[in-house]
């Protein structure tokens, strides 16, 4: 990663974690603000420009072709990181930022008061999501798996034509995918997009540039700024 060293990266957020110092922060703002210059510069990564070293999973749970013909999941190392490593595809196509994507949360907790939460919490959740929709500037989109129940009001068809699906994300009743936004001004932004499986976050990664977008209709901590 040109500029920037990764274990100075993972240096600095072990130590603002246990640190009040203002100098400290301060270094971890200066970073914060070089990751998003980098990102900022990076082309829209799609499925056709991501690196090689990214895989794509197959599609072994229930799949609905409208969704699928749209977005594609990534297979993302499980290693405690893999929230931080899945926002590092979605911006530059790689896992390279993995721990700027960590330290970019942290930055954003510290800044709106949420430094215990930094330091107590390890694993990324949706606080964490949440100060990175802040740091990123955009809305960060989680997708669950669809319901494959005919009885349940939030079942989806495996052939769903596209506009049906996406008028089911309109009214609420397309299961329950969350949607983060940091902002109110970014909330008409492209979302990042997530699958969460329960335990593990993987990006979802679209085939081609400004992809048909299905907002989720809650918003499990509506703390937008």
Aim: a positive charge.
């Amino acid at each position: 990663m040109k500029g920037l060293n990764t274990r100075r990266i993972l240096d600095h957020f072990v130590l603002v974690l246990g640190s009040n110092k203002t100098t400290d922060t301060d270094q971890i703002s200066s970073q914060a603000r070089i990751i998003n210059d980098l990102i900022e510069k990076s082309p829209f990564i799609t499925v056709h420009n991501k690196d090689q070293s990214v895989r794509l999973k197959p599609k072994t749970e229930y799949s609905v072709q409208a969704f699928d013909s749209v977005y594609a999941r990534t297979r993302t190392t499980g290693d405690g990181n893999f929230l931080y490593s899945s926002l590092s595809i979605i911006n530059i196509g790689s896992q390279k930022l993995t721990y700027s994507m960590r330290l970019l949360a942290v930055n954003a907790m510290i800044n709106k008061q949420l430094k215990r939460t930094a330091r107590d919490t390890i694993w990324g959740g949706e606080v964490q999501i949440q100060a990175l929709s802040i740091a990123l500037f955009h809305p960060i989109y989680s997708y669950v798996q669809f319901n494959s129940d005919p009885k349940n009001r939030h079942y989806i068809s495996s052939s769903i034509k596209l506009q049906e699906l996406v008028d089911r994300f309109v009214k609420g009743t397309a299961g329950g995918h969350l949607k983060y936004i940091g902002y109110k001004s970014d909330r008409n932004k492209l979302g990042f997009c997530l699958y969460y499986n329960g335990i593990h976050y993987d990006a979802l990664l679209p085939f081609q540039d400004n992809p048909q977008q299905f907002l989720p209709h809650f918003d499990l901590i509506n703390m937008s700024l």
